[in-house]
């Protein structure tokens, strides 16, 4: 039996490297077998890399979702959401885009217009008409202040998104909202103000935001409503989340506005805004702040018959 073993294992140890060529090829056969096994697992969710690939190169088409496993279509769900928000802040911007050209457009045009009709004088003439010139200078002002708004406004809302999280830090809401008030009864001492401010409230954010989201609040207050036209305004502090709520007394907005709400990059209520020389970015300014730190702004009809603002911060 031991001379039977022993010959067993010098056939083997003599006959080793006959096996390498075997071997080799066995190896080979797996490692192809599990790339084809892996290649067939992960082909639905190739095909979805691909689709999303030719959507980013500017096609429209839907990522396909037949044939899919349970795990594959929640993949293309995800991604699918994903490029229905990208289009969707995508045409939103191409619309903001344009409406600020052609905002813009409008006061280059009228000075334009202006300059070129006091050359003309200075070129027929050699002097400029005294009445003339000073309403030309007077409407050329207005309209550089009006550009000049709207590029302010344009490049705060682009800054807003910019602000790192180093400059955030615990803020006295109630402060800065009874600063404002303060600076509200100076320039509006007819407005009758109904207050309920919690002392002390504080959130966590940029102060400089903060207060330019108050400033936009009350300007627009200030603007759209009567001087003698009720505000209620309230900042309550909960558990976990702080609550502002502005109602005026004034024409409030239409049914579209209250429905459709403000969206990022977007002018608001136009028609306002040609009326008051603003620019139509302050609600969007507003809710630009508001997402900066992580809260939530609802517009509704106020009980006084106006607009009422509520914006949620989570404390």
């Given at each position: 039996?031991?001379?039977?073993?022993?010959?067993?294992?010098?056939?083997?140890?003599?006959?080793?490297?006959?096996?390498?060529?075997?071997?080799?090829?066995?190896?080979?056969?797996?490692?192809?077998?599990?790339?084809?096994?892996?290649?067939?697992?992960?082909?639905?969710?190739?095909?979805?890399?691909?689709?999303?690939?030719?959507?980013?190169?500017?096609?429209?088409?839907?990522?396909?979702?037949?044939?899919?496993?349970?795990?594959?279509?929640?993949?293309?769900?995800?991604?699918?959401?994903?490029?229905?928000?990208?289009?969707?802040?995508?045409?939103?911007?191409?619309?903001?885009?344009?409406?600020?050209?052609?905002?813009?457009?409008?006061?280059?045009?009228?000075?334009?217009?202006?300059?070129?009709?006091?050359?003309?004088?200075?070129?027929?003439?050699?002097?400029?008409?005294?009445?003339?010139?000073?309403?030309?200078?007077?409407?050329?002002?207005?309209?550089?202040?009006?550009?000049?708004?709207?590029?302010?406004?344009?490049?705060?809302?682009?800054?807003?998104?910019?602000?790192?999280?180093?400059?955030?830090?615990?803020?006295?809401?109630?402060?800065?909202?009874?600063?404002?008030?303060?600076?509200?009864?100076?320039?509006?001492?007819?407005?009758?103000?109904?207050?309920?401010?919690?002392?002390?409230?504080?959130?966590?954010?940029?102060?400089?935001?903060?207060?330019?989201?108050?400033?936009?609040?009350?300007?627009?207050?200030?603007?759209?409503?009567?001087?003698?036209?009720?505000?209620?305004?309230?900042?309550?502090?909960?558990?976990?989340?702080?609550?502002?709520?502005?109602?005026?007394?004034?024409?409030?907005?239409?049914?579209?506005?209250?429905?459709?709400?403000?969206s990022h990059f977007k002018r608001f209520d136009k028609s306002r805004s040609r009326e008051t020389g603003g620019t139509g970015l302050g609600m969007s300014i507003i809710q630009s702040i508001v997402e900066r730190h992580g809260g939530r702004m609802r517009l509704s009809k106020s009980d006084l018959g106006g607009l009422r603002t509520r914006i949620w911060f989570p404390?």
């Amino acid at each position: 039996m031991a001379t039977f073993v022993g010959e067993i294992i010098g056939l083997t140890l003599t006959n080793r490297w006959d096996l390498w060529p075997l071997a080799t090829l066995v190896g080979a056969g797996i490692v192809c077998l599990f790339w084809l096994a892996a290649r067939i697992t992960l082909r639905p969710i190739l095909r979805v890399i691909e689709e999303t690939q030719e959507i980013a190169r500017g096609s429209r088409a839907a990522l396909g979702a037949s044939g899919q496993g349970h795990e594959q279509s929640i993949l293309t769900d995800s991604i699918e959401g994903i490029l229905t928000q990208l289009r969707a802040s995508q045409e939103a911007m191409s619309t903001f885009l344009a409406d600020a050209s052609h905002e813009l457009k409008t006061p280059l045009t009228v000075i334009k217009g202006y300059v070129e009709l006091m050359s003309e004088q200075l070129a027929t003439r050699n002097e400029l008409n005294p009445d003339f010139a000073g309403k030309a200078l007077a409407k050329m002002s207005l309209e550089a202040t009006r550009m000049q708004a709207l590029i302010a406004d344009l490049l705060f809302v682009a800054k807003v998104g910019d602000v790192k999280s180093g400059t955030m830090a615990q803020v006295n809401l109630s402060d800065l909202l009874m600063s404002e008030l303060e600076s509200l009864r100076d320039l509006q001492p007819e407005r009758p103000l109904v207050l309920n401010v919690d002392s002390d409230v504080e959130v966590f954010g940029n102060k400089a935001l903060l207060q330019q989201l108050l400033a936009n609040i009350f300007s627009n207050l200030r603007r759209h409503t009567a001087a003698s036209a009720t505000a209620r305004i309230a900042l309550l502090g909960g558990a976990t989340w702080v609550v502002l709520s502005i109602n005026d007394a004034g024409p409030g907005l239409s049914d579209e506005a209250y429905e459709t709400g403000v969206s990022h990059f977007k002018r608001f209520d136009k028609s306002r805004s040609r009326e008051t020389g603003g620019t139509g970015l302050g609600m969007s300014i507003i809710q630009s702040i508001v997402e900066r730190h992580g809260g939530r702004m609802r517009l509704s009809k106020s009980d006084l018959g106006g607009l009422r603002t509520r914006i949620w911060f989570p404390r």
